[in-house]
């Protein structure tokens, strides 16, 4: 399920994580060559991701929010 993205945060290992509008996270890592993500390095480059959407395992997979909505 494509669920947008809304914004961005490191985790403890200071890689970068997408915050989805479902409540769902997702690592966003560039970590040549499996994982191309560029993009991800700069705050420019995240912010030019803000909208777009990504597939949600989590959602598919009927899995509560990582970060529940207040």
């Given at each position: 399920m494509k669920q947008r993205v809304i914004?961005?945060?490191q985790d403890e290992e200071?890689?970068?994580v997408a915050e989805l509008a479902c409540g769902h996270?997702?690592?966003v890592r560039h970590q040549p060559p499996f994982q191309l993500r560029p993009w991800a390095m700069t705050e420019e480059?995240?912010?030019s991701r803000l909208g777009?959407?990504?597939e949600c395992r989590k959602c598919e997979e009927g899995a509560p929010p990582d970060n529940p909505v207040v």
């Open positions: 914004g961005f945060h200071q890689h970068w996270n997702q690592h480059g995240r912010k777009i959407e990504l």
